[in-house]
């Protein structure tokens, strides 16, 4: 019986936490909701900026590095078929 009495307790605690848990996260989502209807937006400054040399420099260097993987890739195709040339003349 005591057993009994010590489990139904312990469920009920963990019911009970679970219940306050949910009510904290739905009024947390309430208040975050109010905060966001109230705020008042605003549009940007005039003095935005965009750094423009540092993304044009890497699309540069990817560029210049898929140039060079054509090279490499046109390269090992031409080894390829001269190698299939050598073996043709050597038949």
Same mark, same amino acid.
């Given at each position: ?31 975050? /909701? ?8 605003? &549009? %940007? ?9 540092? @993304? !044009? ?9 898929? /140039? ?8 090992? &195709? %031409? ?9 043709? @003349? !050597?038949?």
């Amino acid at each position: 019986r005591v057993d009994q009495l010590k489990y139904d307790v312990q469920h009920l605690q963990t019911a009970l936490r679970n219940f306050q848990h949910r009510r904290y996260i739905r009024e947390q989502q309430e208040r975050q /909701r109010e905060e966001l209807l109230a705020r008042t937006f605003t &549009t %940007n400054d005039s003095d935005t900026s965009i750094p423009i040399d540092e @993304t !044009l420099q890497f699309n540069e260097s990817l560029h210049n590095a898929h /140039r060079g993987m054509d090279d490499i890739i046109g390269s090992g &195709t %031409n080894i390829l078929q001269g190698l299939r040339d050598q073996r043709v @003349t !050597l038949k």
